[in-house]
């Protein structure tokens, strides 16, 4: 080997050892450094038809493993998920309370019965009224708060939403930079390990906010894309686009989360996110906020019904002048059809004698005037035949689909059914089902039982439309139908339009009205659709009346909104007085008193309301049936723990693995000052053994020369 070969080899090996030193010198400089990648390169021999000429370094990468790297992603996307769902569903939880303290919602329900139960004991007793009624107002105070809590925690769900879509497309945009960088440094041969250890800490931060995977491309940088397959990254940037919702309440339709892929087409970004916090955001604000909401509100929905219900059996004493219903959204002849039964309307003087009985036996079609002879009525001309009855001592009116009852001469008006066969409607008596004397008033319609039946008219004009919503179980949007209410009038025709598989809803489930005229939705099990709402509702029943959607409640929005509209009656509220405690006993003697002040079986029904089974409707996910209100609260506060606690366990599992998988990633990708120690110590002897040789030939050239002169 000639001199020039063994300077040139033993220059080779200098440069070489000089450049792993330098590797190890950066590696050992960021030892502390959050997220660095070691970085490696590996050292080959050169020759020359098999002879030695030196050695040479090949490409600096990065001590990645992709299997380590794939599981450190997919679980920082599964703890983030799971994360963000406990967070909320865990604020959700802090709302209702403690289900064993009579401070939070579920005990104060059950200090309003109580309360009753107290009252009944001494009916007489202003403070026990007055603490009923406030234990009650606090009650509906309670369930509004909560609701609206929950509709907080969506709207915060949404805003970060809206965030975490800002953050993502500024890093997709950054990913995609870097990889335009790398593909440049990588054709030229310069060392692209900076700008790839850059990219991966990069590509970690999206792994919080959905699912990744990575595929390295030949030229450098990475294709990175959704679990499923959607490009964000590598021949261009994806985008993310939402416009965030303004004001929120329960019957809010957020709206879509789109991707549009590097030169491809706008989609729905829900069909292709697995996980993720975006994932576990929107779950919590379309499908168990909402859930959560819907069960609230059917809780105190029907908390309100069985209060009203005791309510309109009972009457103050002495009873009130005037008794108002409330809205039922229906005209009189629709409402006062189908009744069956009897009932009786009384004016009674100010000691609770009656001046005056109607009694109405809805069933033969009849009024009887203080135990008269009957006359026949019919539906439409109900309410004549009710003042015509009444004469001088009272007058009924009906207006915006309510009724009012009112006494003259300064006595009042009280209501009961026969207790043999009492009036009935939808699972409601006379006085309850028009709300003559309730408890309990609502700022819109909270009962859907309309008793409705096939052949009754639907009342809404043909024409008017109404755009339903159906969604899968990802919460993304399948289609929006519009509906027109149909030429025929009745409500069998109205649900043969709904159900339509062209003009309505049939392709994704059926309406369908139950024995008490409340409408429902089945999705199809073939359907992809998951959940339907109603988005755009131009219906209504009659000049001024309800629309479709709230006379029958058929999205969840609208049925979970109830829950905040309660309150106390205002006359009762400003005169405990006026509450309902006795009861109208029509089998005393002529001249008697058929009320009295001291009657407190009326405060006894209403501290029943508790233990009644109830028929709960289906909400958020929960089967309906008949059971006790305190049963379901039960379920109620074991469902929401229950959530709570499984969205902590799988957080918590989830952080765990998240913990593993980085860990193992780092000890692998990271730095070991040990190792690095021998390296430098190698490549030090190494430099130095190519500095001897150097030194070595040039003592043999330096001794040559000197032979030679």
Same mark, same amino acid.
């Given at each position: 080997?000639?001199? *020039?070969?063994?300077?040139?080899?033993?220059?080779?090996?200098?440069?070489?050892?000089?450049?792993?030193?330098?590797?190890?010198?950066?590696?050992?400089?960021?030892?502390?450094?959050?997220?660095?990648?070691?970085?490696?390169?590996?050292?080959?021999?050169?020759?020359?038809?098999? &002879?030695?000429?030196?050695?040479?370094?090949?490409?600096?990468?990065?001590?990645?493993?992709?299997?380590?790297?794939?599981?450190?992603?997919?679980?920082?996307?599964?703890?983030?998920?799971?994360?963000?769902?406990?967070?909320?569903?865990?604020?959700?939880?802090?709302?209702?309370?403690?289900?064993?303290?009579?401070?939070?919602?579920?005990?104060?329900?059950?200090?309003? /019965?109580?309360?009753?139960? @107290?009252?009944?004991?001494?009916?007489?007793?202003?403070?026990?009224?007055?603490?009923?009624?406030?234990?009650?107002?606090?009650?509906?105070?309670?369930?509004?708060?909560?609701?609206?809590?929950?509709?907080?925690?969506?709207?915060?769900?949404?805003?970060?939403?809206?965030?975490?879509?800002?953050?993502?497309?500024?890093?997709?945009?950054?990913?995609?930079?870097?990889?335009?960088?790398?593909?440049?440094?990588?054709?030229?041969?310069?060392?692209?390990?900076?700008?790839?250890?850059?990219?991966?800490?990069?590509?970690?931060?999206?792994?919080?906010?959905?699912?990744?995977?990575?595929?390295?491309?030949?030229? =450098?940088?990475?294709?990175?894309?959704?679990?499923?397959?959607?490009?964000?990254? =590598?021949? %261009?940037?994806?985008?993310?686009?939402?416009?965030?919702?303004?004001?929120?309440? +329960?019957?809010?339709?957020?709206?879509?989360?789109?991707?549009?892929?590097?030169?491809?087409?706008?989609?729905?970004?829900?069909?292709?996110?697995?996980?993720?916090?975006?994932?576990?955001?929107?779950?919590?604000?379309?499908?168990?906020?909402?859930?959560?909401?819907?069960? &609230?509100?059917?809780?105190?929905?029907?908390?309100?019904?069985?209060?009203?219900?005791?309510?309109?059996?009972?009457?103050?004493?002495?009873?009130?002048?005037?008794?108002?219903?409330?809205?039922?959204?229906?005209?009189?002849?629709?409402?006062?059809?189908?009744?069956?039964?009897?009932?009786?309307?009384? @004016?009674?003087?100010?000691?609770?004698?009656?001046?005056?009985?109607?009694?109405?036996? /809805?069933?033969?079609?009849?009024?009887?005037?203080?135990?008269?002879?009957?006359?026949? /009525?019919?539906?439409?001309?109900?309410? +004549?035949?009710?003042?015509? $009855?009444?004469?001088?001592?009272?007058?009924?009116?009906?207006?915006? %689909?309510?009724?009012?009852?009112? $006494?003259?001469?300064?006595?009042?008006? *009280?209501?009961?059914?026969?207790?043999?066969?009492?009036?009935?409607?939808?699972?409601?008596?006379?006085?309850?089902?028009?709300?003559?004397?309730?408890?309990?008033?609502?700022?819109?319609?909270?009962?859907?039982?309309?008793?409705?039946?096939?052949?009754?008219?639907?009342?809404?004009?043909?024409?008017?439309?109404?755009?339903?919503?159906?969604?899968?179980?990802?919460?993304?949007?399948?289609?929006?139908?519009?509906? $027109?209410?149909? $030429?025929?009038?009745?409500?069998?025709?109205?649900?043969?339009?709904?159900?339509?598989?062209? &003009?309505?809803? %049939?392709?994704?489930?059926?309406?369908?009205?139950?024995?008490?005229?409340?409408?429902?939705?089945?999705?199809?099990?073939?359907?992809?659709?998951?959940?339907?709402?109603?988005?755009?509702?131009?219906?209504?029943?009659?000049?001024?009346?309800?629309?479709?959607?709230?006379?029958?409640?058929?999205?969840?929005?609208?049925?979970?909104?109830?829950?905040?509209?309660?309150?106390?009656?205002?006359?009762?509220?400003?005169?405990?007085?006026?509450?309902?405690?006795?009861?109208?006993?029509?089998?005393? *003697?002529?001249?008697?008193? *058929?009320?009295?002040? %001291?009657?407190?079986?009326?405060?006894?029904?209403?501290?029943?309301?508790?233990?009644?089974?109830?028929?709960?409707?289906?909400?958020? =996910?929960?089967?309906?049936?008949?059971?006790?209100?305190?049963?379901?609260?039960?379920?109620?506060?074991?469902?929401?723990?229950?959530?709570?606690?499984?969205?902590?366990?799988?957080?918590?599992?989830?952080?765990?693995?998240?913990?593993?998988?980085?860990?193992?990633?780092?000890?692998?990708?990271?730095?070991?000052?040990?190792?690095?120690?021998?390296?430098?110590?190698?490549?030090?002897?190494?430099?130095?053994?190519?500095?001897?040789?150097?030194?070595?030939?040039?003592?043999?050239?330096?001794? &040559?020369?000197?032979?030679?002169?």
């Amino acid at each position: 080997m000639s001199l *020039a070969s063994i300077l040139s080899a033993a220059n080779s090996g200098l440069q070489v050892a000089q450049q792993q030193i330098r590797i190890v010198s950066d590696n050992v400089a960021n030892v502390n450094t959050a997220g660095y990648v070691r970085k490696t390169a590996e050292q080959r021999s050169m020759s020359v038809e098999g &002879l030695g000429t030196g050695v040479e370094l090949g490409k600096v990468r990065l001590a990645t493993d992709r299997f380590l790297q794939a599981a450190s992603l997919t679980s920082t996307a599964d703890s983030a998920r799971a994360g963000v769902r406990y967070e909320l569903l865990d604020k959700t939880q802090n709302l209702f309370g403690d289900p064993s303290s009579d401070t939070g919602f579920f005990g104060m329900a059950d200090k309003v /019965f109580a309360a009753f139960n @107290v009252t009944a004991e001494d009916p007489l007793s202003s403070p026990r009224r007055q603490e009923a009624i406030v234990y009650a107002k606090q009650l509906l105070d309670e369930a509004a708060r909560v609701s609206g809590g929950i509709d907080n925690n969506r709207l915060d769900a949404d805003t970060r939403i809206s965030s975490d879509v800002d953050t993502v497309n500024g890093l997709l945009q950054d990913i995609e930079n870097l990889n335009l960088e790398i593909s440049r440094a990588f054709v030229s041969g310069q060392d692209t390990s900076g700008a790839e250890s850059t990219q991966a800490q990069l590509i970690d931060q999206v792994s919080q906010y959905l699912d990744v995977r990575i595929q390295p491309r030949t030229n =450098g940088g990475v294709t990175l894309r959704t679990g499923d397959g959607m490009m964000l990254a =590598g021949n %261009g940037a994806a985008t993310l686009s939402y416009d965030q919702a303004g004001n929120v309440d +329960s019957r809010t339709d957020f709206n879509e989360l789109w991707i549009t892929e590097p030169h491809g087409q706008k989609r729905s970004l829900m069909d292709h996110l697995g996980s993720g916090e975006l994932k576990g955001l929107v779950e919590y604000r379309d499908v168990e906020g909402p859930q959560l909401a819907e069960r &609230l509100s059917e809780v105190v929905s029907r908390i309100v019904s069985e209060l009203n219900k005791a309510h309109n059996a009972n009457s103050a004493a002495p009873a009130p002048a005037t008794l108002s219903g409330r809205n039922t959204g229906l005209d009189l002849p629709t409402a006062v059809g189908n009744f069956s039964g009897k009932t009786n309307i009384a @004016v009674t003087n100010a000691t609770g004698v009656v001046q005056r009985q109607v009694a109405i036996d /809805f069933t033969a079609g009849t009024m009887s005037v203080d135990g008269g002879g009957p006359t026949a /009525f019919t539906p439409a001309n109900f309410l +004549s035949s009710l003042n015509t $009855a009444l004469g001088a001592f009272g007058s009924a009116s009906f207006s915006g %689909g309510a009724l009012s009852l009112s $006494a003259t001469g300064g006595n009042g008006i *009280a209501i009961a059914d026969d207790k043999t066969t009492p009036s009935m409607k939808a699972g409601r008596g006379f006085s309850a089902f028009f709300g003559l004397n309730d408890l309990i008033s609502s700022d819109r319609i909270a009962d859907y039982d309309t008793g409705l039946k096939a052949t009754d008219a639907h009342g809404f004009t043909a024409g008017q439309t109404v755009t339903f919503r159906f969604a899968n179980e990802m919460g993304a949007r399948l289609r929006d139908i519009t509906v $027109a209410v149909p $030429a025929g009038g009745t409500m069998a025709d109205l649900l043969t339009q709904l159900n339509d598989p062209t &003009l309505g809803a %049939g392709r994704y489930g059926a309406f369908s009205l139950d024995a008490n005229g409340r409408m429902t939705f089945a999705p199809n099990a073939s359907a992809a659709a998951a959940t339907m709402s109603v988005i755009d509702d131009t219906t209504s029943r009659g000049a001024g009346g309800p629309t479709f959607s709230e006379l029958f409640g058929v999205d969840a929005g609208t049925r979970s909104a109830r829950a905040s509209g309660y309150s106390i009656r205002a006359d009762i509220d400003r005169d405990p007085k006026l509450l309902a405690l006795a009861q109208l006993d029509l089998s005393v *003697a002529a001249g008697q008193p *058929a009320l009295s002040a %001291g009657d407190g079986r009326g405060a006894r029904a209403l501290a029943d309301v508790g233990e009644k089974s109830v028929n709960f409707a289906s909400a958020g =996910g929960a089967a309906g049936g008949a059971m006790a209100v305190s049963r379901y609260m039960s379920d109620l506060a074991g469902d929401i723990g229950g959530r709570a606690s499984a969205a902590q366990q799988r957080s918590t599992a989830a952080s765990a693995l998240t913990t593993e998988a980085k860990s193992r990633r780092a000890s692998y990708e990271g730095v070991n000052l040990d190792e690095e120690l021998v390296k430098l110590t190698t490549y030090q002897q190494a430099f130095n053994a190519s500095a001897r040789m150097i030194q070595a030939a040039k003592d043999m050239y330096d001794t &040559l020369l000197g032979m030679a002169g």
